[in-house]
C-alpha cells in the first residue's frame, strides 16, 4: 500500500511559476511509475503528466507540453511538477498517482491517489 502526499499548491498569477511535490510512503518508490492528474471545479479529472519509474520516460497534456516538467527523486521517494507560464485555466486541485506499469493519461488505470493540492491562478 503507498501513500501519497501532495504539497506546493497555492495562489499564482497568469504567467507565474509553481512547483508541486509528492512525498510518497509504504512501498518501494521506484517500482511506480507516477503522475500528476487535475480536477477543475465541474469537470473530470485529467492526466497532466506521468513519469516512469526510472525517471528514463515522461508523457505530457498538450495543454501543458513545453511549460510543465515531472521530475523524480528516487532517493527520496519524491515526485515533482513544475509549472511555468501558468494559465488561469490550470486552476484546479492538483492530484499525485502512482501505478504499476506503463505511462497511461486515463485516471481509471492509476491505483494509489494523493488528496490533492489545490493551485489558483490569478488573471
Known amino acids: 500500500q503507498v501513500q501519497l502526499v501532495e504539497s506546493g499548491g497555492g495562489l499564482v498569477q497568469a504567467g507565474g511559476s509553481l512547483r508541486l511535490a509528492c512525498t510518497a510512503s509504504?512501498?518501494?518508490?521506484?517500482?511506480?511509475?507516477m503522475g500528476w492528474f487535475r480536477q477543475a471545479p465541474g469537470k473530470d479529472r485529467e492526466f497532466v503528466a506521468a513519469?516512469?519509474?526510472?525517471?528514463?520516460?515522461?508523457s505530457y497534456a498538450d495543454s501543458v507540453k513545453g511549460r510543465f516538467a515531472i521530475s523524480r527523486d528516487n532517493a527520496k521517494n519524491m515526485v515533482y511538477l513544475q509549472m511555468n507560464s501558468v494559465k488561469p485555466e490550470a486552476t484546479a486541485v492538483y492530484y499525485c498517482a502512482a501505478r504499476i506499469g506503463i505511462l497511461d493519461n486515463r485516471s481509471s488505470v492509476w491505483t494509489y491517489w494523493g488528496q490533492g493540492t489545490q493551485v489558483t491562478v490569478s488573471s
Open positions: 513519469i516512469s519509474r526510472l525517471g528514463t520516460s515522461t
Open positions: 509504504g512501498g518501494t518508490f521506484s517500482t511506480y511509475a
